[in-house]
C-alpha cells in the first residue's frame, strides 16, 4: 500500500510506497502543506489583513520548497513565502512584518497595475526602435541607430525599475500601516530589513557601489531608514510578542527543518542536549528521514509527555506509525487528532488513508465518511481526492472513482487525464445530477487548457 510522508509534505504524485499531495500552484516551485502552519499563518496574520481592510478567510498564505529568502504577490489574495524565509527568521514579528509589507502589495492591486510600469517601459522601446530604425534609414549610419536604440532599452529599463521600486515603497509605508493599526511593533520589520541588507552585502563585491537606480526594491539600507524613526515613534515599538504565537512559529520553524533539512544539519542545529519542543519536533522529523524509527518515535514520546492532548503531535505519533508500516496503530492517534483539531481536512486525509492501508474491508465506511469531508472542506487537496477514488474503486463505484481521479489530475495540472476521466465519469453518472455537473465543468476547463497549450506551442 502506499503510505504519506510527514504531515509537512511536499505536494507530488502519488507513487508506490511513497504517496503525497500534489497540486500545481501557480508558481514554478512546490507547495509544502501542513496543517500546524497554515494555521499558525492564519492567526499570525489575520490581525494585518483587517487592518489592511481584507477578510481573514479571503487571504491565503502559502508556503513554497525554496531555500531563498523571499515573499511575493501573484494575483488574487494570495501571499506565497519561501521556506527560506521562515527558516532566516527568528521570531514572529519578523514574519508578521514580511506578512503586512505583502499584504501592502495585494491592497494597492499592485499586481493589477503592474502592467502601467511595462507599457511605460515598451512605449519608450518602441520609440527608440523607430528612431534607431530613422537614424540609419537617414544615412545616419548603423552606429548611429544602434546607439539610439541601446539607450532607449536601458532608458525603458530604468522606467520599469523605477515603478517597480515606487510599488515596493509603497507596500513599505502601507505594511508600517498595518502594523500600526493591530497594536504590533514595527521591530520584526527593521531586523529583517537588516537581515536582507546582510544578503545584499553577500552577494555584492562592494556594498557601498551598488546603483540604487539598478534594483527593483530600494535598497534595505534606505528603507530602514525611511521606516525606522516612524516605527519607534509607535507607542508599540516595544510592546513584546505575543508569547504563544512565538511559540507556534519555533514549533514551525523546527519542524521545517527537520522535514527538509539533511538530518545531520538537523541534528547539528538542535542537538540532544537540547530537550525544547522544538528541539524534540526537529529531532523527530530528522530520525524519521533518516529511517530510524526507535529514535524517532523516542522523540514523539517526549512530546507527547509534554502535551499529550496536541493534535499535531498526535498526528506526527500516527503519521510515523503509519509510515512504518503500522496503519492499524496509527488509527486510534489520528482519530483523537481529528477530534481535536476540529476535524482539520489535511490531518483526516491522512486518517482515511491510514484506515484504508489496513487492507480491512470495515475500516472503509469510515474512510470513506472521513475523506468525503476532508475534500468538502479542502477541495485542493488531491491525496485525499486519490484515496476517496480508491474507496470508491473498492465499492465497485468506477464512475464517482473516475470523478475522484479527475478532481485530482485537474488540481495536479494534468488535464489530458483529467479531460479523459471525467468523460468516463459522464458516462456512469446520470445526467444533470451534481457528480454530472461537475464532471462535465472538469472535462471543459481541462479540454480548455489542452487547446491553450496547443495554441502557444505554434
Known amino acids: ?20 499531495l500534489l497540486a500545481q500552484p501557480a508558481v514554478a516551485q512546490s507547495v509544502l502543506r501542513d496543517a500546524e502552519t497554515e494555521a ?8 494585518l489583513v483587517e487592518a489592511a481592510g481584507l477578510k481573514p478567510g ?29 527558516r532566516a527568521s527568528d521570531n514572529v514579528e519578523q514574519f508578521q512584518g514580511v506578512v503586512a509589507h505583502e499584504l501592502g502589495h495585494i491592497a494597492g492591486g499592485h499586481i493589477i497595475r503592474s502592467s ?44 520599469y ?8 515603497s509603497s507596500a513599505d509605508l502601507a505594511g508600517a500601516s498595518y502594523l500600526l493599526k493591530s497594536h504590533l511593533s514595527g521591530r520584526g520589520s527593521i531586523e529583517f530589513f ?47 510578542s505575543d508569547p504563544a504565537l512565538q511559540a507556534r512559529f519555533l514549533r514551525i520553524k523546527a519542524k521545517l527543518t ?31 528521514k533518516a529511517a530510524w524509527p526507535d529514535k524517532a518515535a523516542a522523540e514523539t514520546g517526549a512530546l507527547m509527555k509534554i502535551a499529550p492532548k496536541d493534535p499535531y503531535f498526535l498526528e506526527l505519533q500516527g503519521q510515523i506509525l503509519l509510515e512504518s508500516g503500522k496503519p492499524k496503530e496509527a488509527i486510534p492517534a489520528l482519530r483523537e487528532a481529528v477530534a481535536r483539531s476540529n476535524g482539520e481536512p489535511l490531518i483526516a486525509a491522512i486518517l482515511g488513508h491510514a484506515l484504508i492501508a489496513t487492507e480491512d474491508d470495515s475500516n472503509y465506511a ?15 487537496n488531491p491525496f485525499a481526492w486519490y484515496q476517496l477514488g480508491i474507496v470508491y474503486e473498492h465499492e465497485g463505484d468506477r464512475p464517482r472513482a473516475a470523478l475522484a481521479t479527475a478532481e485530482r489530475y485537474s488540481l495536479e495540472g494534468q488535464p489530458g487525464p483529467a479531460m479523459h476521466s471525467a468523460e468516463a465519469a459522464m458516462k456512469g453518472i446520470p445526467k444533470d445530477t451534481p457528480d454530472w455537473i461537475r464532471a462535465q465543468d472538469i472535462a471543459m476547463t481541462s479540454r480548455d487548457a489542452m487547446d491553450d497549450k496547443k495554441h502557444k506551442k505554434r
Not at 499558525?40 to 490581525?47: G, H, K, L, T, Y
Not at 472521513?370 to 472542506?377: C, E, H, S, T
Request: proline share 5%; aromatic share 8%; glycine share 8%.
Open 161 to 168: 525599475l523605477a515603478f517597480s521600486r515606487a510599488q515596493e
Open 1 to 20: 500500500m502506499t503510505c504519506l510522508p510527514l504531515p509537512l509534505r511536499r505536494l507530488m504524485t502519488p507513487f508506490a510506497g511513497l504517496a503525497m
Open 366 to 380: 469510515e474512510a470513506k465518511k472521513v475523506l468525503r469531508i476532508a475534500v468538502q472542506r479542502d477541495n485542493n
Open 116 to 159: 502601467e510600469g511595462a507599457n511605460a517601459a515598451t512605449s519608450i522601446s518602441i520609440l527608440s526602435l523607430l528612431l534607431g530604425a530613422a537614424a540609419m534609414a537617414a544615412g545616419g549610419g548603423g552606429d548611429a541607430g544602434m546607439a539610439i536604440l541601446m539607450a532607449g532599452q536601458q532608458a525603458a529599463m530604468g522606467k
Open 40 to 47: 499558525f499563518f492564519r492567526d499570525a496574520s489575520a490581525p
Open 194 to 240: 537588516r537581515k536582507l541588507m546582510q544578503e545584499e552585502y553577500r552577494y555584492s563585491s562592494s556594498y557601498a557601489s551598488l546603483d540604487p537606480y539598478a534594483q527593483t526594491h530600494p535598497l534595505s539600507r534606505d528603507r530602514i531608514a525611511i521606516l525606522e524613526d516612524g516605527y519607534k515613534a509607535s507607542p508599540y515599538w516595544t510592546k513584546p
Open 58 to 86: 479571503n487571504v491565503d498564505i502559502v508556503l513554497l520548497n525554496d531555500k531563498s529568502i523571499n515573499a511575493f504577490v501573484a494575483g488574487g489574495q494570495a501571499i506565497y513565502i519561501h521556506s527560506g524565509l521562515i
Open 258 to 288: 527537520g522535514y527538509l533539512e539533511d538530518p545531520v544539519v538537523t541534528q547539528r542545529l538542535y542537538p540532544e542536549s537540547d530537550q525544547s519542543v522544538p528541539a524534540h519536533y526537529a529531532r523527530a522529523y530528522a530520525w524519521h
